[in-house]
């Protein structure tokens, strides 16, 4: 079955360190990969997306995303992160042409100022 | 510009009552989705629809049905709920699924006793 994996469930940093979250999928074929962010009381919103082309790839407030296609991952990152930073991060995945998209677990970053 | 809203934003059921979310969304998106979201789990996709008149199972679809009668609603109905539908329902539509960018709604949080 298709699946999202995230490794980290719960990140607790201080201000300015480095951010890193794991996402794995599982699908084999031609996927479009997302990393979503709630914000405490608040809906999803897209943080950032790739489709094709640079696997690097830059959202906002920072953040980055590098897609290995080979290790089936697709981590989002951010040099320095920032307590308005806190937040639950869900990476997700759709597969091929289907109108699905499936979400991992989700990571919950606590940023202490 | 409203985006996607959903009713009601608060809702306690007893066990084996009905009930029925609406999600409205004025983007003229043709895709529409239900998700749950429970604490470590992630979002789980419950149905979904590529367009008007057609709807689609996703990942938990068991006690749910849904509706999408006209292009801007999409309905998530609950003929008998159980204490295990507990939980917070996000709705979120797509301008198409090619893309996989989704806009969310508020969400719904449900509770049955």
């Known amino acids: 079955a298709q699946s999202v994996s995230q490794h980290n469930h719960h990140v607790i940093l201080s201000e300015a360190a480095s951010l890193e979250l794991g996402c794995n999928y599982s699908y084999g074929g031609t996927v479009n990969l997302f990393w979503y962010v709630q914000y405490p009381g608040q809906h999803l919103q897209l943080l950032l997306k790739?489709?094709?082309?640079?696997?690097l790839v830059k959202g906002i407030k920072g953040f980055e995303a590098e897609f290995i296609k080979s290790k089936f991952s697709f981590n989002l990152r951010k040099p320095s992160v920032q307590w308005s930073d806190t937040a639950e991060y869900f990476c997700?995945?759709?597969?091929?042409?289907?109108?699905?998209?499936?979400f991992g677990q989700g990571t919950t970053l606590q940023v202490k100022p | 510009n409203a985006g996607v809203t959903q009713t009601p934003k608060f809702r306690v059921l007893k066990t084996g009552q009905s009930m029925t979310l609406l999600c409205a969304q004025d983007?003229?998106?043709?895709?529409m989705y239900w998700y749950r979201q429970d604490p470590g789990m992630g979002l789980r996709l419950i149905h979904y629809s590529v367009g008007e008149g057609t709807t689609a199972k996703g990942e938990v679809p068991d006690g749910y049905n849904v509706s999408r009668l006209k292009k801007q609603n999409f309905l998530l109905g609950l003929e008998s709920a159980a204490p295990s539908q507990t939980s917070v329902y996000f709705c979120a539509s797509s301008p198409t699924g090619s893309t996989g960018e989704l806009f969310f709604g508020e969400g719904s949080r449900l509770t049955v006793l």
């Open positions: 790739y489709f094709s082309g640079d696997p």
């Open positions: 983007m003229n998106h043709e895709y």
């Open positions: 997700a995945v759709k597969p091929g042409n289907t109108g699905k998209l499936i």
